[in-house]
Nanobody, 125 residues
Framework: QVQLVESGGGLVQAGDSLRLSCAASGRTFSSYAMGWFRQAPGKERDFVAAIRRSGTITRYADSVKGRFTISRDNAKNTVYLQMNSLKAEDTAVYYC??????????????????WGQGTQVTVSS
């Protein structure tokens, strides 16, 4: 069992930066691949970024590539999402999630077993 708690969301202007954090409970955090997803109002939840348990392999949605960076600190049981050059279309509730590490970085929502409650990011234009 893994419990995830996101933080760091807020209201910013276009072009600003934010760093989201996701703190995980339990001593098995380092065995999980971690992902970030987001859900805008009236839309489905979409993949944003993911990182393998070692932290050496990452994957991004095309819409955030070059602007967002996912990282993790296994000693702190925390995964981060650094978001730069934010745009109005980045406005959404952001969720972190944990998946069994199968050896590849998965973008499929169904592969993630544990989810946080989400944190709101609002970008004004």
């Amino acid at each position: 069992q893994v419990q995830l708690v996101e933080s760091g969301g807020g209201l910013v202007q276009a072009g600003d930066s934010l760093r989201l954090s996701c703190a995980a409970s339990g001593r098995t955090f380092s065995s999980y691949a971690m992902g970030w997803f987001r859900q805008a109002p009236g839309k489905e939840r979409d993949f944003v970024a993911a990182i393998r348990r070692s932290g050496t392999i990452t994957r991004y949605a095309d819409s955030v590539k070059g602007r967002f960076t996912i990282s993790r600190d296994n000693a702190k049981n925390t995964v981060y999402l650094q978001m730069n050059s934010l745009k109005a279309e980045d406005t959404a509730v952001y969720y972190c999630a944990a998946s069994t590490d199968y050896g590849v970085v998965t973008t499929a929502e169904t592969e993630y077993r544990y989810w946080g409650q989400g944190t709101q990011v609002t970008v004004s234009s």
